[in-house]
C-alpha cells in the first residue's frame, strides 16, 4: 500500500550550493567564451560548444540514476515521496537531454555542416540520444494514461527502471561501434577524447559540477512543490468524503 509522503524542507546547504552554482556557471560562461583555446582541425572555435554540451548529457545521466533510485525505493517501500522524486528527477532528464541535442545540433551545423543547411545528420549518438528522449517521454504517457495512483506508480517504476536500463547502451556502448562525428568512436577526423587541454580542463570539470548542481537545486524546487501539491490534493478529497 502506498504511504504518504511527509513535507520537504530544503537542505541546510540549499543556498550555500546555490550561490556556488550561480557563481560558477557565471564563470563558465564568462572563461569559456573569452578565454584562448587550443585550435583543433576543422571545429576551431566551435569546441567551445563542449563547456555547455557535454555536461547536460553528465547532467542527464545523473538525473536517470536518481529516478531509478527512487523508482526502485517506490517498489520496495510503496512511498508515495518515492514516486515524486522519480518522475521529478525523470522530468529534468528529459529537459536536459533536450537541451543536449539542441546544443549538439548547433554545434554540427556550424562545424560539420556549414553552409549545407543542415540540423539533423542522423549521426548515431545524435539519433540514439533522440530515441532515449522518446523513451523517457513515453513514461510519462504511461502515467497519464493510469487513474489509480498505486498502480501508476508501480507501473511507472517498473517501466522506469527499464528505461535507465537503456541509458548507458544508447548514448555510450552501442555508438562507439558505429561511425560518428563524436569522440570515442571511428570516424571523427577532428576531436578524440585525448583533445582535451589542460586549459580547457580548467572551464569544463567546474562546468560539469555547475551543471549537476543545477540539477539538484530544480530537482529539490520541484519535488517540494510537488509533496505541497499532493497534500493539498488529499486534503481536498478527504474535505469532500466529509
Not at 556557471?25 to 563547456?51: H, K, M, N, Q
Request: glycine share 6%; aromatic share 14%.
Amino acid at each position: 500500500m502506498a504511504t504518504s509522503p511527509t513535507l520537504i524542507g530544503r537542505p541546510p546547504m540549499y543556498r550555500v550550493v546555490q550561490v556556488v552554482v550561480f557563481i560558477t556557471i557565471s564563470a563558465v560562461i564568462v572563461t569559456g567564451f573569452l578565454r584562448d583555446i587550443p585550435r583543433l582541425s576543422i571545429i576551431e572555435e566551435s569546441a567551445r560548444s563542449l563547456y555547455f554540451h557535454v555536461p547536460m548529457w553528465f547532467t542527464l545521466m545523473g538525473a536517470t540514476l536518481v529516478s531509478a533510485y527512487h523508482s526502485a525505493q517506490y517498489l520496495r517501500t510503496g512511498n508515495v515521496v518515492r514516486d515524486i522524486r522519480a518522475r521529478e528527477a525523470a522530468r529534468l532528464a528529459i529537459a536536459f537531454g533536450v537541451l543536449g541535442l539542441i546544443t549538439g545540433m548547433v554545434w554540427a551545423r556550424f562545424t560539420w555542416y556549414e553552409g549545407t543547411g543542415k540540423w539533423w545528420n542522423w549521426d548515431p549518438k545524435q539519433s540514439m540520444a533522440a530515441v532515449l528522449m522518446l523513451i523517457y517521454a513515453a513514461y510519462f504517457v504511461l502515467r497519464d494514461s493510469i487513474e489509480s495512483e498505486a498502480m501508476r506508480g508501480r507501473l511507472a517504476a517498473v517501466y522506469n527502471l527499464f528505461a535507465f536500463a537503456t541509458v548507458p547502451f544508447l548514448l555510450y556502448i552501442l555508438p562507439r561501434q558505429m561511425t560518428s562525428l563524436h569522440p570515442g568512436a571511428e570516424g571523427s577526423p577532428a576531436l578524440s577524447q585525448t583533445d582535451l587541454a589542460p586549459s580547457m580542463r580548467w572551464i569544463f570539470y567546474p562546468s560539469v559540477l555547475a551543471f549537476l548542481g543545477l540539477f539538484w537545486i530544480l530537482y529539490t524546487q520541484r519535488v517540494r512543490l510537488a509533496v505541497i501539491a499532493w497534500r493539498e490534493r488529499a486534503s481536498g478529497l478527504l474535505s469532500s468524503i466529509r
